[in-house]
């Protein structure tokens, strides 16, 4: 199987698929980000097995390969080429249909001399588990029908198409076997169906088709890009980084996830394998800050509307939860897949996270920081504000609680400091939004919540012995999620507690420019070792800014781009031998990008 880094990523705005350097699709979720897998291909080791749940497209012959995204879009290309003939595949998802089944197009083209191509479509529907059956349907293509009656998969095609068994594989395959020569192309486009259609319901593909949604899918991208605001130096990678960032919206509703994929390895062989198809309210805050802070307010109104349901909802009993579904549900229970191998045989293959039952008391900060700033853009409204103003008063009750904190520990309870940092943050950002707007607001009591937050964190965190603020109190060890500090203007960029804590962070966590979220000793509740994390490598560049030390924040900067993959995509954490793991690509990392590249830019002049 390919390396995860070895993938770009096509999307509609509901979901997204997972295309290999070798023209594979290794990995999609149907319809949506967290609907059950069709194909799975990444999460199997054995490669006739993956054969079994990808979308492949596969040359006769072929020396070389290379994958890059067209201009200002993510309409992505692989290329095949040898030594007497250039291939490509263009992929796409359409962002912008208005039937409702938006169609993932491929459009496999000879440039130059002549090819043959085997494309292979076999899906496994809900990860493996659930068989299907599959009609031909002459002059249009193929439609799957999975046995539990879930929806349906449409193939229509531009070439003929046969049925092969495979008695170990969930289900028949299609494949269609073409000989191609310069200038001449055939057409793929794969759709979801709610419902099973009739016959008479799939329509043959039109000859244009597929071109004419090219063609828009890539002005869609590029009118959309064309509204960023940054001009600075590195804007190709900015930019990248956005255009992966709207890829994570749920266009329908709004939300904002983590990451499209699940159960992808943080240390090959390890238990770290989450599923990370959910809309984190701390990651979707940080992204909705990022993507306004370029320019795009839309996406952050969108977030905000998806933000007030959640929490009109809330119970008072349990406030906001950390994470939920793309429609607002708490995310489904942990389920291993013990009939997928795993990335490289890291097993368990987890679906489902658990971390929607935790509390994590710095949600609420970066809710309210987002919407701090997105009532810089657009004021918000009276309504969003009375929600604010009870989830404030929940996380007012409830301050003093033991959190499992940033990182999602497993292991128990703790008072972390960047949890008590970011209720600090919850209780002063709305306490600006307040006076600025004049909106009503129990002052005092908030006043009173802000500067108790503030003294818990310099009386309790800070270790006068080790000149450092530690993970929690009681602890000599520090972590990552310290850097953000000054990013919150909790402490200033110079204060002496805050540097002396960057330099303990330097010396325990950072190696060049790829830094640890932290000691992995056990006591997060997990077994093994992890990778460095993408997130914190940008969050120190950041830190480092607001230090005054450029020259060295430019270093890092420069040196961290350079383990983006070849499309310019990160997932969450990376070996010691720089080999991208976790969930893939990831919206923290990118949106880290983003703020550590505009502000290091603005502070160079």
């Not at 459009?107 to 130059?112: E, Q």
Request: aromatic content about 8%; overall charge negative; charged content about 25%.
């Amino acid at each position: 199987m390919l390396a995860i880094e070895d993938h770009g990523v096509i999307g509609d705005l509901r979901t997204v698929a997972l295309v290999g350097t070798d023209g594979s699709i290794d990995f999609a979720c149907l319809p949506d980000f967290d609907s059950p897998a069709v194909f799975s291909a990444l999460l199997t080791e054995d490669g006739a097995r993956a054969e079994r749940s990808a979308f492949t497209v596969r040359p006769g012959s072929c020396t070389r390969t290379k994958q890059l995204y067209l201009p200002d879009s993510n309409v992505l290309m692989t290329r095949f080429l040898d030594a007497t003939s250039v291939a490509e595949v263009v992929d796409l998802m359409d962002p912008d249909g208005d039937d409702g089944r938006r169609p993932l197009v491929r459009t496999v083209r000879v440039v130059r001399g002549r090819q043959s191509f085997t494309v292979r479509c076999a899906p496994a529907f809900d990860w493996a588990r659930v068989r299907h059956t599959v009609e031909i349907v002459d002059g249009v293509g193929a439609v799957f029908l999975p046995d539990d009656g879930s929806g349906a998969l449409v193939l229509r095609v531009s070439v003929p198409l046969r049925v092969v068994d495979d008695p170990d594989a969930t289900g028949p395959a299609v494949v269609a076997e073409i000989d191609l020569g310069a200038g001449e192309g055939a057409d793929f486009l794969l759709a979801w169906h709610d419902e099973p259609p009739g016959r008479d319901d799939v329509r043959p593909l039109d000859e244009h088709e597929a071109a004419r949604v090219r063609d828009a899918t890539l002005t869609y991208w590029q009118r959309w890009l064309a509204r960023s605001n940054y001009q600075g130096r590195w804007r190709e990678m900015v930019h990248r980084s956005a255009l992966l960032l709207k890829l994570m919206v749920h266009d329908p509703t709004g939300a904002l996830i983590a990451a499209p994929t699940a159960g992808l390895p943080e240390e090959i062989g390890g238990e770290r394998n989450w599923d990370y198809r959910y809309a984190w309210l701390r990651d979707a805050a940080f992204t909705s800050y990022a993507l306004m802070r370029l320019g795009f307010v839309e996406e952050g109104r969108s977030f905000l509307a998806w933000l007030e349901q959640r929490m009109a909802e809330a119970d008072d009993t349990s406030g906001l939860l950390p994470v939920y579904t793309v429609h607002g549900a708490p995310p489904p229970g942990e389920v291993e897949l013990d009939h997928l191998s795993g990335y490289r045989g890291s097993r368990p293959v987890r679906i489902g996270n658990a971390a929607g039952s935790q509390r994590q008391l710095d949600t609420y900060g970066e809710v309210m920081d987002s919407v701090y700033i997105a009532n810089k853009e657009t004021p918000i409204s009276y309504d969003l504000w009375t929600r604010v103003r009870s989830s404030l008063e929940w996380l007012d009750r409830n301050r003093h609680l033991p959190d499992q904190g940033l990182w999602e520990s497993r292991g128990e309870p703790q008072f972390h400091t960047y949890s008590r940092v970011m209720v600090w943050v919850a209780f002063e950002r709305a306490l600006r939004l307040a006076r600025q707007r004049g909106l009503p607001a129990p002052v005092e009591a908030w006043e009173s919540a802000a500067a108790e937050a503030y003294e818990e964190v310099q009386r309790d965190c800070w270790d006068s012995r080790l000149g450092t603020y530690t993970q929690f109190p009681g602890t000599d060890q520090v972590e990552a999620g310290l850097l953000i500090l000054p990013l919150v203007k909790f402490s200033g960029p110079t204060d002496p507690r805050f540097l002396s804590t960057l330099a303990r962070i330097e010396d325990d966590l950072v190696v060049d420019s790829l830094v640890q979220r932290y000691p992995p000793d056990g006591s997060d509740g997990l077994d093994g070792e992890e990778g460095t994390f993408n997130l914190c490598s940008f969050w120190y560049v950041e830190a480092l800014t607001r230090a005054g030390r450029l020259e060295a924040a430019r270093n890092v900067l420069e040196k961290a781009f350079t383990y983006a993959n070849h499309v310019g995509l990160f997932a969450e954490e990376l070996s010691a031998s720089g080999e991208q793991l976790g969930n893939f690509p990831q919206a923290l990392t990118h949106l880290g990008l983003i703020s550590a590249a505009v502000n290091l830019d603005r502070s160079m002049g």
